[in-house]
């Protein structure tokens, strides 16, 4: 029998080397898969082939990397389209890329790379998603992102700069709880200040992934198992985030389904330990 | 300074990380972290990235070049070499043609052939699962005096004065001298997907060129004429019977 509840939605990544295990759909602990988009936009073969057999069994995000949202030349219509396709093929509960820019128009860095959180780039990021969203037909969901150099045309915080966003183009939010670790971390504030000011109800999905510690700094490579601070944090905010799809992220370093499995139930179990926190809060 | 004039001197920081972050005079470093540290993360981040992506895609290049020496032909091609697909790994299409004209593989013949090889069983392996013809159907028509094939869209043949198939077996095997493995003979290899599966399966050259010819779309007298001598009517029976069970055939028209 599966642990997770209906109210503890937790899924993880899909990633290539796992395919053959979940070709032979075999029971998991995984309630939803996150699919990257980018990896299924060209493919006919076994990558869109094992998405469509996984969409069939489980509930699927896509989370993009590559649509360049920040960039000051513009989206790419060719990718958009590819989306859109990919969109109506496997219906996603939710469509996602990030408050980043990736590239310019001839060149991908495949990195998501920080923005100055001012006025010219909202209005970039504006023109982009409305573009983005009408092409697509469907509503965005902006992921924040780990960074470690600013500008100092920055003239706002990053979650003034991501509620005034969210206010400006109506998308919803996917909160990376390890990418605010890091910047907490390394832009020296208070990780409860940003989740305190970021708009909580806009919020539709939440990432968790491992940043290593290297020098004095963090860095968000998810390349290592959920560390003990991202829990820390996770297990602060799980009262206020237990109704919402949770996502094991890993970029690098894919281990085997069921380490990974582990990190799911983990997450689960603090899901369900935060409401018996809380009703016991409520008895006393 | 513009956004844009921004994100291209922050590229050329990324591209170029010798260069001084300084000049790009809007950024400041993030806490304790120097800018030229940060600069080295967003590099050595591009340069992994793709080196992860070349290596997947050319596995076997990477298991007789050994890591040392094929990251070392990574960051030069990844300096010379700009992505532009979308997706990470279809970086790298130039990679065999660009093996050939490094003088860091130290005169390894069988090179470009291999990675040729592999660029190529990456394809098949990305297009969708074949459909073809039933047996029963293609064996009614191959009885006509002529006809044209059309294969399936997961098919390829290959051509090598080295046997890179040999290599290609091995990849998964710890790293030992590839002149161990016997390389030195040339090979026709038919490439096909097979419900899910890539098959990699050696067939006569005198096949494979006719094969090359019916994939062109000519005719089968046409593409048997050439090789008249050679390819006897149970000769081209067999070919076509292994075509059949291999199960690359898509259509047949007469
Ligand atoms: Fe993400």
């Given at each position: 029998m599966k642990y997770q509840s209906s109210s503890y939605r937790v899924g993880m990544g899909l990633h290539p080397s796992h395919y053959s295990y979940l070709e032979q759909r075999p029971a998991t602990e995984v309630a939803w898969f996150a699919a990257s988009s980018e990896k299924y936009?060209?493919?006919?073969?076994r990558a869109l082939e094992t998405l469509q057999q996984v969409r069939q069994d489980y509930p699927l995000a896509l989370h993009g990397?590559?649509?360049?949202?920040?960039?000051?030349?513009g989206l790419h219509l060719d990718y958009l389209k590819k989306l859109r396709e990919l969109i109506e093929q496997v219906e996603p509960f939710v469509v996602s890329d990030h408050v980043a820019w990736t590239g310019t128009s001839h060149h991908h860095l495949h990195d998501l790379l920080p923005l100055p959180h001012n006025e010219e780039t909202l209005q970039v990021l504006a023109r982009n998603i409305d573009l983005a969203q009408s092409q697509l037909k469907t509503a965005l969901a902006l992921e924040n992102i780990a960074s470690y150099v600013s500008y100092r045309?920055?003239?706002?915080?990053e979650w003034e700069f991501i509620s005034e966003l969210t206010c400006r183009t109506g998308c919803n939010l996917v909160l990376d709880l390890s990418a605010v670790m890091t910047n907490a971390h390394n832009h020296h504030f208070d990780p409860l200040k940003y989740l305190e000011h970021i708009?909580?109800?806009?919020?539709v999905q939440v990432n968790l992934a491992g940043p290593i510690k290297q020098g004095g700094s963090l860095y968000n490579?998810?390349?290592?198992?959920?560390?003990n601070i991202v829990w820390e944090l996770f297990k602060q905010v799980a009262p206020r985030i237990r109704h919402l799809p949770i996502a094991i992220e890993?970029?690098?370093?894919?281990?085997?389904f069921s380490d990974l499995e582990m990190d799911v139930i983990k997450a689960s179990f603090i899901l369900e330990n935060s409401y018996e926190v809380e009703r016991s809060t409520e008895l006393v | 300074m513009k956004l844009s004039e921004v994100q291209n001197l922050f590229k050329k920081q990324i591209l170029a990380p010798?260069?001084?972050?300084?000049?790009?005079?809007d950024l400041k470093p993030?806490?304790?972290?120097p800018l030229n540290e940060a600069f080295e993360v967003y590099h050595q981040g591009y340069t992994n990235r793709l080196t992860e992506a070349l290596s997947r895609t050319y596995e076997t290049v990477l298991w007789v070049l050994g890591h040392d020496l094929f990251n070392d032909i990574c960051a030069r091609y990844i300096e010379s070499q700009p992505s532009v697909a979308f997706?990470?790994?279809?970086?790298?299409?130039t990679f065999p043609e660009y093996l050939v004209n490094t003088?860091?593989?130290?005169?390894?013949?069988f090179l470009q052939d291999l990675a040729s090889f592999e660029r190529l069983y990456k394809e098949i392996d990305e297009a969708a699962t074949p459909n073809p013809l039933p047996i029963e159907q293609v064996q009614e028509i191959l009885h006509a005096r002529n006809f044209k094939i059309r294969f399936i869209d997961a098919m390829g043949v290959f051509q090598s004065m080295y046997s890179v198939s040999e290599l290609w077996k091995r990849r998964?095997?710890?790293?030992?001298?590839?002149?161990?493995?016997?390389?030195g003979n040339p090979e026709s290899l038919l490439i096909y997907k097979k419900d899910k599966r890539v098959m990699v399966q050696n067939i006569d050259p005198v096949d494979a060129e006719v094969i090359l010819e019916l994939q062109e779309g000519k005719s089968a007298s046409e593409a048997l004429s050439g090789y008249a001598d050679l390819m006897t009517p149970e000769r081209s029976q067999a070919l076509f019977q292994l075509l059949m069970k291999a199960g690359v055939i898509d259509d047949v028209t007469l």
């Open positions: 936009l060209d493919s006919r073969g990397s590559g649509m360049n949202l920040g960039n000051a030349e045309s920055d003239d706002m915080s708009p909580m109800d806009r919020v490579t998810k390349a290592t198992d959920v560390p890993r970029e690098q370093n894919i281990p085997e | 010798q260069a001084d972050p300084q000049t790009i005079t993030a806490g304790h972290l997706n990470l790994d279809d970086y790298g299409s003088s860091k593989t130290k005169g390894i013949p998964k095997e710890p790293p030992y001298m590839y002149e161990d493995v016997n390389w």
